[in-house]
């Protein structure tokens, strides 16, 4: 009998506490969602009190449009909400052809910042740099615009001028740019013989649609290869599948870069998948302070698989994943869902990418009284000589030297000519 009571005062107990901790539980439900009713009824009042009392009259439309504007730019640099226009021009620029002057922004702790020209276009032209601030866009101060409204500023038809006021690092005053428009067709993929070598030389500028395969494709044009330079400098980024595909020709195996998000489901690894023909090239990958998001992905990959040397100064350190998640059929939200994560498990999210030999940009120094120098001035002069008398050859040597860089372009680049010899490197140590 006592055994039976004993049962049922436990069975009570647990009954008991069970009522408790869903009573409980119920009660923290309605208050979470009291909660979320209050927010939303704030935004509601909000919302009428500007339609209602605001000095120009606003459409519901209008006024809930800026909102959405508001919450996404207030979250981080980089998300944003895409009206019609703006999408439109995102599908443009990711097609690797638009209206500008060729300059990729960012906010950098919260200057609106280049990071790199776009090789050949009017910004690069006109002298802009990487890290370099932008102050002004015409008469309009930069302070507190948004990336998106920089953007639309600086675009504009052909043969119209902007005018970019800069601040330059070690510049006593602003420096002023009058820049005129063009259109902006990026050139991302060229690929020349390192003259008198089987080295070659891969220039990256963008990563837009069809990277990697140009890059091979090129790269098969070569009979021979003992070594590659892989510049990723000024190189402001684009899609994340190409930095994939793009270090892919270089790993046989390992991680090349990690996403990771607050949805777990969400988060991704990319591999390399061993269908490499380049493995076993000797690599030479050239950084600096414009090479951003997906080329800091491919160097930081090439990186940590301790598969080539990485020459240069610092990458720009953008490393947060957005997506496009359209919200109508002509609108959609840009939106930070995750950070980008290298294979050691380090961030690149306002860190960037070291290199392994740090050279700064310039030219090789080189003392004018050498014969070497002397040999090669009388070099060029006799060239100058031969094309005067309109020889075949000159002109065929000429077309030829379109597709390799030259010893005088090395000289020019003291980072590129310190690729070139860690390349010589790898081969002494084979």
């Known amino acids: 009998m006592k055994t039976t009571k004993s049962l049922f005062k436990t069975f009570l107990i647990v009954m008991i506490l069970s009522f408790l901790s869903s009573s409980v539980s119920l009660a923290q439900e309605t208050k979470g969602e009291e909660s979320r009713l209050d927010s939303y009824n704030k935004l509601r009042k909000v ?13 519901l439309e209008q006024i809930v449009d800026k909102a959405i504007d508001g919450l996404l730019s207030n979250l981080d640099a980089h998300s944003a909400y895409l009206d019609e226009k703006k999408f439109e021009e995102l599908k443009i620029q990711t097609n690797g052809e638009f209206g500008g002057i060729g300059i990729t922004i960012a906010l950098k702790e919260g200057a609106l910042t280049i990071i790199a020209p776009i090789e050949g276009t ?5 002298g802009l740099k990487s890290g370099d601030i932008i102050l002004k866009i015409d008469n309009e101060s930069t302070l507190n615009m948004s990336i998106d409204d920089a953007v639309n500023r600086m675009r504009g038809k052909p043969n119209t001028k902007v005018q970019l006021t800069i601040v330059r690092k070690n510049n006593p005053k602003p420096l002023i740019f009058d820049i005129t428009r063009d259109n902006i067709k990026v050139e991302s993929v060229y690929v020349r013989g390192i003259e008198n070598t089987d080295y070659v030389y891969v220039r990256v500028t963008s990563f837009d649609k069809n990277v990697s395969q140009r890059v091979e494709d090129e790269l098969r044009k070569f009979k021979k290869v003992d070594g590659i330079v892989l510049d990723l400098r000024n190189n402001p980024g684009g899609l994340l599948n190409q930095a994939v595909e793009l270090s892919d020709l270089f790993l046989e195996n390992g991680v090349i870069v ?3 998000g607050r949805i777990e489901d969400e988060d991704i690894v990319y591999k390399a998948n061993k269908r490499t023909p380049y493995a076993k090239v000797p690599l030479v990958v050239l950084i600096n302070n414009g090479s951003a998001s997906a080329s800091e992905i491919v160097a930081g990959a090439i990186q940590d698989n301790k598969r080539g040397v990485l020459v240069g100064e610092t990458t720009f350190g953008k490393g947060s994943v957005q997506v496009i998640l359209p919200t109508e059929e002509k609108e959609a939200l840009r939106l930070t869902i995750a950070r980008y994560y290298l ?56 077309k030829e030297d379109k597709n390799i860089i030259t010893q005088e372009t ?21």
């Open 122 to 126: 009017p910004g690069d032209k006109a």
């Open 47 to 59: 919302i009428g009190t500007v339609e209602k009392y605001y000095v120009d009259e606003l459409t």
């Open 343 to 398: 294979p050691s498990g380090r961030t690149i999210q306002a860190v960037g990418v070291t290199p392994d030999v740090e050279v700064g940009p310039g030219a090789v120094p080189v003392d004018n009284d050498r014969i070497s120098i002397k040999e090669a001035n009388l070099q060029k002069h006799l060239e100058g000589e031969l094309q005067k008398v309109g020889s075949k050859e000159s002109k065929s040597k000429k």
């Open 258 to 260: 990690s996403q990771k």
């Open 410 to 430: 090395i000289f020019s680049d003291i980072q590129l000519k310190s690729a070139i010899d860690a390349l010589k490197v790898f081969k002494v140590v084979d």
